[in-house]
């Protein structure tokens, strides 16, 4: 089992920036790929970001590409995503996700393990 804590939302102007943070516990946080995801009120949860194992790779959605980065601390068990240029369409809930797996994971239902999400509100 891994859990997953969010933190870091919060409400920001159009332009301004916030970082969120997902802490795990439970197993080795350095074997699993990380990913974030949001959800807007009567939206799907849509695929935000994610990173492998160990870092090296990334992969991001083409709506936040240039403006959100994602990075893991392993030894602080913690991925984060810095989001830049936020624009209100950006408002939702951000989840983070675990899966136990060496590569880059996109898909929602790959992913094993969810945190209870951190809202962010973008104001215009």
């Known amino acids: 089992q891994v859990q997953l804590v969010e933190s870091g939302g919060g409400l920001v102007q159009a332009g301004g920036s916030l970082r969120l943070s997902c802490a795990a516990s439970g197993r080795t946080f350095s074997s699993y790929a990380m990913g974030w995801f949001r959800q807007a009120p009567g939206k799907e949860r849509d695929f935000v970001a994610a990173i492998s194992w160990g870092g090296g790779s990334t992969y991001y959605a083409d709506s936040v590409k240039g403006r959100f980065t994602i990075s893991r601390g392993n030894a602080k068990n913690t991925v984060y995503l810095q989001m830049n240029s936020l624009k209100p369409e950006d408002t939702a809930v951000y989840y983070c996700?675990?899966?136990?797996?060496?590569?880059?994971?996109?898909?929602?239902?790959?992913?094993?393990?969810w945190g209870q999400g951190t809202q962010v509100t973008v104001s215009s």
């Open positions: 996700a675990a899966v136990y797996s060496t590569r880059v994971h996109r898909k929602r239902d790959e992913y094993d393990y």
